[in-house]
């Protein structure tokens, strides 16, 4: 088992893996990472392994049915899944449980919104060909999926999920206001944006970014936001709050494409 701190008063990450080395290496670093030293989330990677009573440490075991490939068995999630429980401590509420699986739904900014507020969140990685339904019916909350498409394990997943969430706590991003402005929070992709040098090769960063006029500054993002969801996203539009000027706008953008 690998874990960043102690319990407390933060979001705790509990990760039902294989592979918790794999999970660990990766969160344990940049945004994620720093966050967990400063104490602001909490993330164990729980090893299934760790739970069984087969000798040679095996979790899987043929499907009933026949059929390609082996299935989780479902007493070890549990004993790992009891564990977590215990360890939280909170007889009183039941920590939500999430399953990573392609059979699940879409995984998106709300989604990371709703999972934010909890205080504990469970993530079962499934792999091989899945998980014995059993176990899922008794523990899981919610199914969830990163795309239409299959992953070896759902490790990689359940980093994307932690990822997304952490950014959300309050105090892990260095600026709050980036979560706030961001592609996807208020239902459009984020504005282009520039660096030093104000010339590069020719190319002058747009100078109304060198201007210091706020509100032509909040202008000109909002602008872009939108052409740049039209251009790129433009079935996000029908959810966005578009001023009449800015679904012309739009509109002129996505016939383009």
Same mark, same amino acid.
């Given at each position: 088992?690998?874990?960043?701190?102690?319990?407390?008063?933060?979001?705790?990450?509990?990760?039902?893996?294989?592979?918790?080395?794999?999970?660990?290496?990766?969160?344990?670093?940049?945004?994620?990472?720093?966050?967990?030293?400063?104490?602001?989330?909490?993330?164990?990677?729980?090893?299934?392994?760790?739970?069984?009573?087969?000798?040679?440490?095996?979790?899987?075991?043929?499907?009933?049915?026949?059929?390609?490939?082996?299935?989780?068995?479902?007493?070890?999630?549990?004993?790992?899944?009891?564990?977590?429980?215990?360890?939280?401590?909170?007889?009183?509420?039941?920590?939500?449980?999430?399953?990573?699986?392609?059979? /699940?739904?879409?995984? =998106?900014?709300?989604? &990371?919104?709703?999972? %934010?507020? !909890? +205080?504990? *969140?469970?993530?079962?990685?499934?792999?091989?060909?899945?998980?014995?339904?059993?176990?899922?019916?008794?523990?899981?909350?919610?199914?969830?999926?990163?795309?239409?498409?299959?992953?070896?394990?759902?490790?990689?997943?359940?980093?994307?999920?932690?990822?997304?969430?952490?950014?959300?706590?309050? /105090?892990?991003?260095? =600026?709050?206001?980036? &979560?706030?402005?961001? %592609?996807? !929070? +208020?239902? *459009?992709?984020?504005?282009?944006?520039?660096?030093?040098?104000?010339?590069?090769?020719?190319?002058?960063?747009?100078?109304?970014?060198?201007?210091?006029?706020?509100?032509?500054?909040?202008?000109?993002?909002?602008?872009?936001?939108?052409?740049?969801?039209?251009?790129?996203?433009?079935?996000?539009?029908?959810?966005?709050?578009?001023?009449?000027?800015?679904?012309?706008?739009?509109?002129?953008?996505?016939?383009?494409?």
């Amino acid at each position: 088992m690998l874990m960043f701190h102690k319990r407390g008063n933060r979001m705790n990450f509990h990760i039902m893996t294989l592979f918790p080395e794999m999970v660990m290496d990766g969160l344990n670093t940049s945004i994620t990472g720093r966050a967990c030293k400063q104490g602001l989330i909490n993330i164990e990677a729980v090893n299934i392994r760790d739970f069984t009573d087969e000798k040679h440490g095996h979790v899987d075991d043929y499907p009933y049915g026949g059929g390609a490939g082996m299935v989780m068995q479902p007493m070890p999630i549990y004993k790992c899944y009891n564990h977590i429980v215990e360890k939280i401590g909170n007889p009183d509420k039941k920590p939500k449980v999430v399953y990573m699986t392609p059979q /699940g739904r879409t995984f =998106n900014q709300e989604i &990371a919104k709703e999972y %934010s507020t !909890e +205080d504990d *969140l469970i993530i079962l990685c499934g792999h091989y060909e899945g998980v014995d339904e059993r176990i899922l019916e008794m523990i899981v909350d919610d199914n969830i999926s990163i795309g239409d498409f299959v992953l070896t394990g759902g490790e990689l997943p359940a980093m994307v999920v932690v990822d997304a969430i952490s950014r959300l706590v309050p /105090g892990v991003l260095n =600026n709050d206001v980036s &979560a706030q402005t961001e %592609s996807f !929070e +208020d239902g *459009l992709l984020e504005y282009p944006q520039y660096t030093r040098p104000a010339i590069w090769r020719d190319e002058a960063v747009p100078e109304v970014l060198l201007s210091g006029h706020h509100k032509k500054l909040q202008e000109w993002y909002r602008r872009e936001s939108v052409i740049r969801t039209a251009k790129r996203r433009p079935d996000m539009l029908m959810q966005a709050q578009l001023s009449e000027e800015e679904k012309e706008l739009a509109k002129q953008y996505a016939d383009l494409e």
